[in-house]
């Protein structure tokens, strides 16, 4: 992944690629260790030395006073944020709205990214419903991270 900021007007002068610089006018809360490369005279790419983890908020800063290659000065800080994704479920197995599910089958759920299952088991429910009380009743159940064979089976049963 790469963060890229484009100015307005030319902030280096004309040179041939150069080399990827330790420093340059970003921060990044929380800090991010990378670096610079300016690509032409007005685009900078910060480079991250590892992906960003999931699930973080960052925000960038580009200080007032900052000049560009005329002398402009940047008047007023320039501040941005952005999110790296956060958990979502790609898959489920039994799909969505299934019927007639025994009360001792798997459920598989994936995910766009690793989670720890003991974090996806706060944030889970199960519940059974009962047509006779029109109410949804709770189901004890236990997470686990299944084995590449299990999930193939399941796979293989809802085809």
Same mark, same amino acid.
């Given at each position: 992944? $790469?963060? *890229?900021?484009?100015? @307005?007007?030319?902030? =280096?002068?004309?040179?041939?690629? !150069? #080399? ?13 260790? +990378?670096?610079?490369?300016?690509? +032409? *005279? ?22 007032? +006073?900052?000049?560009? =290659?005329? +002398? #402009? ?8 944020? %952005?999110?790296?994704? &956060? ?14 599910? $025994? ?8 995910? @766009?990214? !690793? ?8 944030? *889970? &429910?199960? %519940? /059974? ?19 590449? /064979?299990?999930? &193939? $089976? #399941?796979?293989?049963?809802? &085809?």
């Amino acid at each position: 992944s $790469k963060i *890229t900021v484009v100015f @307005n007007q030319p902030m =280096v002068p004309l040179q041939e690629v !150069p #080399a990827d610089e330790s420093t340059g006018p970003m921060t990044f809360e929380p800090p991010i260790a +990378g670096k610079y490369r300016w690509m +032409g *005279t007005s685009t900078l790419v910060f480079l991250p030395d590892k992906p960003l983890p999931y699930s973080t908020q960052y925000t960038v800063k580009i200080p007032s +006073g900052i000049k560009s =290659v005329s +002398g #402009a000065v940047l008047q007023k800080e320039y501040v941005w944020s %952005f999110e790296t994704p &956060r958990p979502k479920v790609t898959m489920r197995l039994p799909q969505d709205q299934a019927i007639w599910i $025994k009360l001792d089958q798997k459920i598989f759920l994936q995910y @766009n990214q !690793p989670v720890d299952s003991t974090n996806v088991a706060s944030y *889970t &429910r199960m %519940f /059974e419903y009962d047509r006779k009380t029109n109410q949804n009743n709770p189901i004890a159940y236990t997470i686990h991270s299944p084995t590449s /064979e299990e999930f &193939r $089976k #399941a796979i293989s049963i809802q &085809r």
